[in-house]
């Protein structure tokens, strides 16, 4: 009889705590995730210029450019590109005196 009740307690104890925790699980978003990346596409939409111009967008080619200019652009991008010392400089922090 004594380890009959023990079973029952030990179930019963392991069912309230398999309850209690899916209901944590069973919860809603928080107001946080609610509100994750409205931030950044508020951002993205204060930044269009012409908002009928972006959603409408040209997807004809450009057939002719100005060509010495676009060989400059070329010329400073392959430069630019070409010498990633600048990003591998290391940053020092002083903590403390």
């Known amino acids: 009889m004594k380890s009959n009740q023990i079973m029952n307690t030990c179930l019963l104890t392991?069912?309230?705590?398999?309850?209690?925790?899916?209901?944590?699980?069973?919860?809603?978003?928080?107001?946080?995730?609610?509100?994750y990346g409205n931030s950044v596409r508020a951002m993205r939409q204060a930044q269009i210029m012409d908002p009928v111009a972006a959603a409408t967008a040209d997807t004809t080619p450009i057939t002719s450019t100005d060509g010495q200019r676009m060989e400059a652009v070329l010329q400073t991008y392959r430069e630019s590109v070409g010498s990633p010392t600048e990003t591998a400089k290391t940053i020092d922090f002083n903590i403390g005196d």
């Open 14 to 35: 392991g069912i309230v705590m398999v309850i209690a925790l899916t209901t944590g699980c069973a919860s809603g978003p928080t107001r946080v995730e609610a509100d």
